[in-house]
């Protein structure tokens, strides 16, 4: 089941990104030590890139090239609670199925 979101000015389906890179941070932040660091390129419904990609903290065990979910904001560092990781972006979620990417009818 696929759930929309809707705002004022669009539907969104459930934010995705696709996982292209990995970051290495030789200083950060102590709450950050032994989380792996990712670089995720946010796509649309239909798997094309959206906007510019993003790093983000992975509390979901993500490779290179999985399709992932991903939150922002405040939330995003609920994943990590009681700890307070200082994140604006995390990964959240594997997808293991394309069947919520749209196909062009």
């Given at each position: 089941?696929?759930?929309?979101?809707?705002?004022?000015?669009?539907s969104?389906?459930?934010?995705?990104?696709r996982v292209i890179g990995t970051i290495v941070a030789t200083v950060k932040n102590e709450s950050l030590t032994g989380?792996?660091?990712?670089?995720?390129?946010p796509?649309?419904?239909q798997a094309t890139p959206l906007g510019?990609?993003?790093?983000?903290?992975?509390?979901?065990?993500?490779?290179?090239?999985?399709?992932?979910f991903w939150c922002r904001g405040r939330?995003?560092?609920?994943?990590?609670?009681?700890?307070e990781v200082p994140?604006?972006?995390?990964?959240?979620g594997i997808i293991d199925s394309r069947d919520h990417i749209q196909t062009k009818r």
């Open positions: 089941m696929t759930r929309t979101i809707t705002s004022t000015r669009k969104l389906f459930m934010q995705l990104a989380k792996k660091l990712l670089l995720i390129q796509i649309t419904a510019k990609p993003l790093v983000g903290v992975d509390a979901a065990g993500a490779g290179i090239g999985e399709l992932v939330e995003s560092s609920f994943p990590f609670l009681p700890t994140t604006d972006c995390t990964i959240v």
